[in-house]
């Protein structure tokens, strides 16, 4: 079962970046030999030292320790009331990079436990030609979707194992964003492709794990090592104004029902907003008040200067 879901990828120790040797229901690293269980054939590859997770705490194919899927009120809300966030550019994004990518691509997708807008793209590769594209999903959750749990900050991958890293809405939930993307670029191969996508005006979600926002040059300079092929607003101002009534009105809560209760008051007034992102997002204007980035971009051995940077902006 585990070498179904990961063929044709060696995983490495987290820790000592060497060879994972199988042993029963455990991985065991060459080099210090540390022990990483196999949970329903899922690998668990965490650096305990260093990690925010643990991996005592993965026990079963849904249960995740400290970080636990969404509960059942909040699964069901979901599929019956609208979003506050409008994507206006993954799917186009996605086009493109398919158009880029060399035919038996390697994709790894780092944050899968929420399917990212537009990645239907790139699924379709999948499903299109049989095994030719191999995709690894990867969160530090285990869902139905996880391939491998494991810690963005230190990938289980040796170098240049694949030809496209996809991390939507991810950065924004690691301590170190810079670590992280060093790490894709370890794992990319030369003229390897990245997508990324991350907030500037959203409010805190996912609890106590939420740490980072960016401005749009703080974004691209987080992927310095990248040449750009594209980059802009994937959600605009009228998201950005939509996540703010939701959170304003959640601002009365006083318990989780109440919150739930607040949350549905304003997603009542605010979820329309979403959609003046069709016309705002084109305008100089919405780079000073946009919601979320996207970056596209390609591997590169030159850093982007810091002059080169600051030419880049786009706002008034």
């Known amino acids: 079962m585990l070498e179904q879901k990961i063929k044709n990828i060696k995983l490495i120790c987290p820790r000592t970046k060497t060879p994972l040797l199988l042993d029963g229901n455990f991985l065991v ?82 944050g899968c436990g929420v399917r990212g807008k537009g990645l239907e793209s790139i699924y379709k590769l999948q499903s299109n030609s049989g095994d030719s594209y191999l995709i690894i999903e990867v969160d530090v959750v285990m869902t139905p979707s996880t391939k491998i749990v494991c810690d963005c900050h230190d990938l289980p991958f040796n170098d240049k194992s694949f030809d496209f890293v996809v991390v939507q809405a991810v950065l924004e939930h690691v301590l170190e964003p810079i670590r992280c993307v060093s790490e894709i670029w370890r794992v990319l191969g030369d003229n390897g492709l990245v997508y ?36 802009g607003i994937c959600c605009g101002p009228g998201s950005a104004l939509a996540w703010a009534i939701v959170y304003l009105f959640q601002s009365f809560a006083w318990s989780g029902r109440s919150k739930t209760f607040f949350y549905i008051l304003g997603l009542f007034f605010a979820w329309p907003l ?33 002059s080169h940077l600051l030419k880049g902006y786009r706002g008034f």
Not at 74 to 100: D, H
Not at 203 to 231: C, I, P, W
Not at 281 to 298: C, H, M, V
């Open 29 to 110: 690293s060459e080099a210090g030999g540390y022990r990483y269980p196999v949970v329903n054939g899922i690998p668990v590859l965490l650096n305990d030292d260093e990690s925010l997770f643990k991996t005592e705490n993965y026990r079963s194919e849904l249960d995740s320790g400290e970080v636990q899927s969404a509960n059942r009120l909040k699964k069901f809300l979901s599929t019956i009331l609208p979003s506050i966030t409008l994507n206006t550019a993954a799917k186009r994004n996605f086009e493109k990079a398919v158009a880029l990518l060399p035919k038996n691509a390697k994709i790894l997708i780092v």
């Open 274 to 306: 979403k959609y003046l992102d069709f016309l705002l997002n084109n305008r100089t204007g919405s780079y000073d008040a946009a919601s979320a980035w996207y970056f596209l971009g390609k591997k590169s051995n030159v850093e982007v200067s810091k």
């Open 196 to 231: 990324g996508e991350s907030p500037f005006m959203q409010q805190v979600h996912m609890r106590e794990f939420d740490f980072t926002r960016f401005s749009f040059l703080g974004h691209r300079y987080l992927f310095k090592n990248f040449s750009e092929v594209s980059a």
